[in-house]
């Protein structure tokens, strides 16, 4: 399983336009030493206030082809990477039902950091009180797991995972109240088979100051038609716990991206932002895509893609590259076939300053009907379209820390769509930093 997976919830299909739209498609270099660090590895030591600390926790998550049965995640707890202890971020939700799925009783969750002199804990909780789910096959009360890594003041690292089960029966047959990791059952509607279960579905990672872990109580896999009309892949998570940590001599990586993002004149987020996606503050690799995007009367695109990186060890490096295609904005006057914001920003070593670069470009672009540019902009170039609006191509901002990129920034002098006066459009961003 993917370290991203141990701390977030199962993300569904790139093309589904849901608050998780969004797909990491691999974690690649959390384990990994940095390349540009390795050879500085042996004469860094890591300390207990190196380590960085995530995790989450949530109550139920449904996940399926079939809008009406999405659900999740419920109750849902975060704390993201840190170095601060004690820190404890807690949730709790009511009963929730979710149609032809079943009924999730009442959750709490909670994620930590802990620190003592010898060791610093990450540690995610989720306690819920019943399920009842696909009429009856599944049920059970006070369903609790836990998820921890350890790290030791000398690297050594640990996990501990577990779960507490009553009354929990799937498809009619008892299971023990502390199953075994990965009990894996047949879930059965009358004599057919539809699907499997696992009870205390878990999974982790250790290495010399970095680790993670995930426990779920229960993971729901459909796997063939079914008299419940549930598509086939349809999954159902139950008390999910995790947990991630690694120590980071050299600072503390961030950044993210987006396609486009539309804004009222007061702040307000009208819409957007879209193909969004973070840098893993861990360490490792994201992504999010759509196959096309509209704002009627403002914006469409083709395809779209916001792809994240991140290395962590003895030196730092954040990446972040968004690309818009097929670009018509306002109506057609601006136009472009590729738009691409690229920042990057690396530390060589611990103090060292940040170093950033830009590798933005343009295809094709075009303004009110004139042609622009292809290849790379100028920073911060401005063109004014009299009356209508004042685009900002390129805009790069710098800092001490890191990097923003907007390639096209449009700040509206008329109605357009939903936007009025003094509305804000953004047109692929990349904004890369460490600390």
């Given at each position: 399983m993917r370290l991203a997976q141990w701390f977030s919830p199962p993300l569904e299909s790139t093309m589904r336009r849901t608050p998780w739209t969004l797909v990491l498609i691999a974690v690649l270099a959390f384990f990994a030493p940095s390349t540009l660090g390795a050879a500085r590895a042996a004469a860094v030591t890591p300390k207990l206030t190196d380590v960085i600390a995530s995790g989450t926790g949530y109550g139920?998550?449904?996940?399926?082809?079939?809008?009406?049965?999405?659900?999740?995640?419920?109750?849902?707890?975060?704390?993201?990477?840190?170095?601060?202890?004690?820190?404890?971020?807690?949730?709790?939700?009511?009963?929730?039902?979710?149609?032809?799925?079943?009924?999730?009783?009442?959750?709490?969750?909670?994620?930590?950091?802990?620190?003592?002199?010898?060791?610093?804990?990450?540690?995610?909780?989720?306690?819920?009180?019943?399920?009842?789910?696909?009429?009856?096959?599944?049920t059970g009360s006070t369903l609790r797991s836990t998820a921890a890594t350890t790290i030791s003041s000398t690297g050594v690292t640990t996990n501990r995972q577990s779960v507490s089960l009553a009354g929990l029966r799937v498809s009619g047959v008892a299971v023990a109240a502390n199953p075994a990791p990965n009990t894996t059952l047949a879930?059965?509607?009358?004599?057919?088979?539809?699907?499997k279960v696992v009870v205390n579905e878990q999974s982790r990672q250790a290495s010399?100051?970095?680790?993670?872990?995930?426990?779920?109580?229960?993971?729901?896999?459909?796997?063939?038609?079914?008299?419940?009309?549930?598509?086939?892949?349809?999954?159902?998570?139950?008390?999910?716990?995790?947990?991630?940590?690694?120590?980071?001599?050299?600072?503390?990586?961030?950044?993210?991206?987006?396609?486009?993002?539309?804004?009222?004149?007061?702040?307000?987020?009208?819409?957007?932002?879209?193909?969004?996606?973070?840098?893993p503050c861990l360490g490792g690799t994201a992504s999010a895509s759509a196959a096309s995007l509209s704002q009627p009367g403002v914006l469409t695109a083709g395809v779209t893609r916001t792809d994240t990186s991140g290395t962590v060890g003895s030196s730092l490096r954040s990446s972040v590259v968004t690309k818009v295609t097929d670009l018509s904005l306002l109506g057609g006057l601006i136009t472009a076939d590729a738009v691409t914001a690229?920042?990057?920003?690396?530390?060589?070593?611990?103090?060292?300053?940040?170093?950033?670069?830009?590798?933005?470009?343009?295809?094709?672009?075009?303004?009110?009907g004139v042609p622009v540019i292809n290849g790379a902009v100028a920073p911060?170039?401005?063109?004014?379209?009299?009356?209508?609006?004042?685009?900002?191509?390129?805009?790069?901002?710098?800092?001490s820390t890191g990097l923003t990129v907007t390639m096209i920034e449009v700040k509206l002098e008329k109605l357009f769509g939903a936007l009025p006066t003094g509305s804000l459009v953004e047109v692929a961003q990349a904004r890369s930093y460490v600390v």
């Open positions: 139920s998550y449904v996940l399926s082809n079939l809008a009406s049965v999405r659900s999740g995640p419920t109750s849902y707890s975060t704390l993201g990477c840190t170095r601060a202890t004690p820190l404890t971020r807690t949730n709790s939700a009511a009963t929730v039902t979710v149609p032809v799925v079943g009924q999730v009783g009442a959750v709490s969750t909670s994620v930590r950091s802990s620190q003592t002199t010898t060791a610093k804990t990450a540690q995610a909780d989720s306690t819920t009180a019943s399920v009842n789910l696909l009429g009856g096959l599944i879930l059965r509607s009358g004599s057919t088979v539809i699907g010399a100051w970095a680790g993670g872990a995930t426990t779920r109580v229960l993971s729901v896999y459909i796997t063939t038609s079914n008299p419940l009309g549930l598509p086939i892949g349809t999954r159902i998570i139950v008390g999910h716990a995790g947990v991630a940590a690694k120590a980071s001599p050299a600072g503390q990586l961030g950044g993210a991206g987006f396609a486009a993002r539309s804004t009222l004149a007061d702040g307000t987020v009208k819409n957007g932002p879209l193909s969004y996606m973070t840098v690229s920042a990057t920003t690396t530390r060589s070593a611990p103090g060292a300053a940040p170093v950033s670069t830009d590798g933005s470009t343009v295809a094709n672009l075009r303004v009110a911060n170039t401005v063109v004014r379209i009299p009356g209508v609006a004042t685009v900002t191509l390129h805009k790069v901002v710098r800092t």
